[in-house]
């Protein structure tokens, strides 16, 4: 159980994936201007990250190793991906409409998103088992809600303080994502 | 021949993929930490967007366009498996220090844009033009990053010593807040240059119509 919580900590604010390891900065960037986008983005971010763990890691440990297909590996990772979010599409509108319409929209997006190939790759190469999998999947894509809260909170304060001339536009985004990832380097030594 | 050198150069300056598009930005600011790995991950990027390019701009007439997008993605990932194999075959040290960005090659946003909005509607030669522009635009951006970067945070270019022995380096600068903060120090720079380029464009404009009036 503790080997899960460090696995899941350090997944969510030591190595946050998006202002210590940059992955998913398109989305975090381009989705983060309204605080409501940002956690509709968020939520359906984790939803299909813990989603397309529990499927490819399965497929990667009973199909591909047997088989001696590891090499396939990408293809077959984006392949699950991208299917299972059309799945995942098409029974929430038919079946749940209420979540459907909260991030229905943002499930299109999320095929290229790298965080999501990303956790579904790092828990093959860290040699995760399936439950320690899910809980560092858990982990990254809270992590990843996380900056998008934080970042979509401050570009609102933002639109009525004064930015330097030279940081306006993306800059100052970038500028700001600098200064969380400071504050995050002080949680670094919160796990040995 | 002309009309392939603009192309080229759209993709190299006022295209620029990390600058002007801001698009692909995970691994421009993750591998940056020094010059090689910034070289490698430019060269690899430039591999499989040109070979993707060139593959699907051959095939356009074949592809159906409802189901393109998977065909795309198919085509994308071959060339990066290969790249990675390749990668830790022959580089394993590189291949190590950047981890999980090379597989990440193939949802990379330039790639996918490019193909979609490029590839799939030309002939093969300004495809080519396109592919080698915006590989090279985005190498010389991870070189200039890393270059800034490297130098300021462990006082050494490509591994070698460059700063004198009594330089201290500025940890910040290689660690992850010290590349948002390069990068967007590039971004805007970027933005002061086109600026300056469109007002004299402008001038010049002004200037001809006058001497026309």
New interface residues.
């Given amino acids: 159980m503790m080997e899960l919580g460090k696995i899941f900590l350090l997944a969510l604010l030591v190595n946050n994936i998006v202002?210590?390891?940059?992955?998913?900065?398109?989305s975090y960037?381009g989705m983060t201007s309204d605080l409501g986008q940002s956690m509709g983005m968020g939520y359906a971010v984790t939803f299909v990250t813990v989603l397309a763990t529990a499927a490819t890691w399965p497929i990667y440990h009973y199909i591909l190793v047997p088989l001696n297909l590891t090499?396939?590996?990408?293809?077959i990772f984006?392949?699950v991906i991208?299917s299972l979010v059309q799945l995942v599409e098409f029974y929430l509108k038919k079946n749940v409409p209420g979540l459907y319409s909260a991030m229905g929209i943002y499930l299109p997006l999320i095929t290229?998103?790298?965080a999501i190939?990303?956790v579904t790759?790092?828990n093959i190469?860290f040699k995760y088992n399936f439950i320690q999998s899910i809980a560092y999947s858990v982990g990254v894509s809270l992590g990843y809600l996380l900056a998008m809260i934080l970042l979509a909170g401050i570009r609102e304060r933002m639109k009525t303080s004064p930015v330097p001339k030279?940081?306006q536009?993306?800059?100052?985004?970038?500028?700001a994502?600098?200064?969380i990832?400071?504050a995050f380097?002080g949680f670094s030594g919160l796990i040995k | 021949m002309k009309k392939l050198y603009s192309i080229f150069k759209q993709g190299i300056i006022f295209d620029n993929p990390l600058l002007m598009l801001?698009?692909?930005?995970?691994?421009a600011?993750?591998v940056t930490t020094n010059v090689s790995n910034g070289i490698g991950m430019g060269l690899a990027m430039t591999f499989v967007l040109l070979f993707s390019e060139v593959i699907i701009s051959l095939f356009r007439k074949l592809i159906p366009t409802t189901i393109r997008i998977?065909i795309f993605?198919?085509v994308i990932?071959?060339f990066?498996?290969m790249v990675?194999?390749v990668m830790k075959a022959y580089f394993p040290d590189l291949s190590k220090s950047m981890?999980?960005f090379i597989?990440?090659i193939?949802?990379?946003?330039i790639i996918?844009g490019r193909v979609e909005a490029f590839a799939s509607k030309q002939k093969l030669a300004s495809v080519i033009a396109d592919g080698l522009g915006m590989g090279l635009g985005y190498t010389w951006v991870l070189i200039a990053i890393a270059a800034v970067r490297e130098l300021l945070g462990s006082g050494t270019l490509a591994g070698i010593q460059v700063m004198p022995a009594s330089y201290q380096p500025i940890l910040f600068f290689i660690?992850?807040?010290?590349?948002?903060?390069v990068?967007?120090?590039f971004?805007?720079l970027n933005?002061?240059l086109k600026k300056k380029m469109e007002a004299s464009a402008k001038n010049k404009e002004l200037v001809t119509k006058k001497e026309a009036a």
């Fill in positions: 202002v210590m390891r940059f992955i998913a900065l398109c960037i090499f396939l590996q990408i293809l984006i392949l991208a290229t998103n790298c190939l990303a790759f790092e190469s030279f940081l536009g993306t800059p100052i985004l970038f500028m994502t600098a200064l990832g400071v380097m | 801001m698009i692909g930005l995970c691994s600011i993750a998977p993605i198919i990932a071959a990066t498996t990675d194999l981890g999980v597989p990440l193939v949802v990379n946003c996918m660690l992850p807040p010290g590349g948002f903060f990068f967007s120090l971004i805007s933005i002061w």
